[in-house]
């Protein structure tokens, strides 16, 4: 199958941690990093394809005007780019927990619809237009994105290794400081991207 930079996961996320106990949520920070692959759970946006830390947050799932006693539940956060959480607002969304999204929405990756995505059921059009997945200027993103990892998996191997791959820095989730209070998941470190490449067991790329 062609590796393609906008294939949403086919099945609903489950979680590989389960920090408890800090005071702000932004401290989940280098987890959720982790646990969503560096990447917008909603527009599949990568870290590595940004100039600036900031363009990424955390994103409530269900927002905190609507439930301020999960403002702090590690379970009811997710990774997404600013763009995204931005149009998500307090809206509530089909949960990528909930969902897979890959059975929602499908973005097109070759032929002259390429970069143009489509909702496969309800929850994917109502992602789609929530989020406006489908507005002129992503769209044509996505098609200027995916020719350049076509490009570059035909003519730049270290390039598209980069470009498809994992960030440099990865966090080390047993030295994160503030340490959570707990941890509901602790063999979840173990999966950590980190610790897979510790082990020389990180992939050279991912979808
Ligand atoms: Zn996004």
Redesign the pocket.
């Known amino acids: 199958m062609t590796v393609s930079p906008f294939r949403y996961p086919s099945t609903p996320h489950q979680r590989r941690h389960g920090p408890i106990g800090y005071s702000a949520y932004q401290q989940f920070r280098p987890w959720l990093r982790d646990e969503f692959c560096f990447r ?1 759970v ?4 990568r870290e590595v394809w940004a100039f600036q830390d900031s363009d990424f947050e955390l994103d409530h799932d269900v927002a905190k005007s609507l439930a301020p006693d999960l403002c702090r539940e590690y379970t009811n956060l997710v990774y ?2 600013h ?2 959480n931005k149009r998500k607002s307090n809206k509530r969304l089909p949960s990528p927990s909930e969902v897979g999204y890959g059975a929602c929405m499908e973005v097109s990756i070759s032929g002259s619809n390429a970069g143009e995505i489509q909702g496969l059921n309800d929850d994917g059009l109502r992602l789609i237009d929530e989020l406006s997945l489908d507005g002129p200027k992503i769209t044509a993103a996505r098609k200027t994105y995916i020719g350049i990892t076509r490009s570059l998996e035909q003519h730049d191997q270290p390039l598209y290794m980069v470009w498809m791959g994992f960030p440099d820095e990865l966090p080390d989730l047993c030295n994160v400081s503030p340490q959570p209070k707990s941890n509901s998941l602790p063999q979840g470190i173990e999966q950590s991207w980190l610790a897979r490449k510790l082990r020389d067991e990180l992939p050279a790329i991912y979808e």
């Open positions: 917008c909603y527009c599949l946006r997404a780019c763009n995204c």
